[in-house]
C-alpha cells in the first residue's frame, strides 16, 4: 500500500465517525423538542385540572365530560354529589368534572 491509499482510508473513516456524531446530536434535538412542545404543556395542563378539581366549593355549577350541567352539593374524597334538577342528585368521580362554569341568572334571583 502506498501512502495516498492510507491516507484516503483514514480520511473515510474519519468522516463515518464525525457523520454518527451529527446523528446522535441530531436525536438530542428532536428530544428536547418533542420535550418543550408535547411533554411539557400536558403535564402543565394536567396539574391545572388537578388544582382545579381540589379547589371545587358547594353550589358551584359545573360541567362533566358527559355534558351534564349541575350544581355541587356535596364533596366526597374521590366523588362529588351533584343535583342535576330539583331533588336529583348523581354522584360523579371529581375526575369526570369537565369545568366550572358561571351561574345562570336563574340562580340569583
Given at each position: ?56 366549593q358547594?353550589?358551584?355549577n ?13 364533596i ?17 368521580e ?16
Open positions: 500500500m502506498n501512502l495516498t491509499s492510507l491516507l484516503l482510508t483514514a480520511g473515510a473513516n474519519g468522516s463515518q465517525s464525525g457523520g454518527s456524531y451529527s446523528g446522535i446530536l441530531m436525536i438530542a434535538v428532536i428530544i428536547v423538542i418533542f420535550y418543550f412542545f408535547m411533554i411539557r404543556p400536558q403535564r402543565k395542563r394536567q396539574k391545572e385540572e388537578k388544582n382545579f378539581r381540589e379547589s371545587l358547594k353550589g358551584q359545573i360541567i362533566t365530560i358527559g355534558g351534564l350541567h349541575g350544581k355541587v352539593r356535596e366526597k374524597e374521590t366523588s362529588v354529589i351533584i343535583e342535576v334538577a330539583n331533588d336529583v342528585r348523581i354522584e360523579v371529581k375526575t369526570a368534572i369537565a369545568y366550572s362554569v358561571l351561574p345562570n341568572s336563574e340562580d340569583k334571583k
